[in-house]
């Protein structure tokens, strides 16, 4: 049986070479044939975009924190309490022709007799009387007062007493004089060397005569 023409082998044709391209000269990498891998999306401009938003979030705190608590600076609302003025100093004024009494609080022997000199020497007052105070160890000297109209009197002698301290107060009113002055141990005003004169007169006067002694 003669070969059919079919199945006469046909001699190959030859593989034609084409000229080089440029999908011919792929770099390696991570490609697929002529397509590159999907790249992964940078996140610089997410942190960028959060920290724009951050700032922005935190700018606005401030301002409300500022509206809130900022505002009320220097301001007193109707729930506020509003400073108190100091209360303005009394100028003293000495008065000749307020009546005082002076009582001796400390173990000084007569100093309240002392001070009586000194106040009528200067006319600094008229003296109703003087005597020891109910307790020979007060510790303050002070000035005191019955009618609002005398604190003037009572702050110009308690300047001239030293500076010691002056207030109104009722407990004095059965003694009927204006101004009582109370010595007490940190009085360092006037009087003393008067005090230490009458104390050596006084003793002196104790003293035995000679006509007695014999």
Do not use: C
């Amino acid at each position: 049986m003669a070969p059919h023409h079919g199945d006469v082998d046909r001699p190959r044709q030859a593989r034609q070479t084409l000229p080089e391209d440029r999908f011919d000269r792929l770099p390696k990498g991570r490609r697929v044939g002529a397509h590159r891998i999907a790249a992964r999306p940078h996140r610089f401009w997410l942190y960028l975009v959060a920290v724009v938003a951050g700032v922005v979030v935190l700018s606005g705190l401030g301002i409300v924190a500022l509206q809130v608590f900022g505002g009320n600076v220097g301001t007193f609302t109707s729930e506020q309490e509003a400073p108190v003025a100091a209360p303005e100093q009394v100028q003293g004024a000495l008065d000749p022709n307020a009546t005082v009494a002076i009582l001796n609080g400390t173990e000084t022997p007569n100093l309240q007799e002392g001070l009586e000199a000194v106040i009528t020497e200067n006319a600094w007052g008229q003296i109703a009387f003087v005597e020891y105070a109910a307790s020979r160890d007060v510790q303050i000297s002070a000035v005191f007062y019955g009618a609002p109209e005398d604190e003037a009197a009572a702050a110009g002698l308690a300047r001239e007493l030293g500076g010691v301290s002056y207030y109104e107060s009722p407990d004095y009113e059965e003694y009927g004089v204006r101004l009582v002055v109370l010595l007490g141990a940190d009085y360092a005003g006037p009087g003393f060397d008067q005090a230490a004169e009458i104390t050596a007169r006084l003793e002196g006067s104790a003293e035995p005569s000679d006509d007695l002694l014999e």
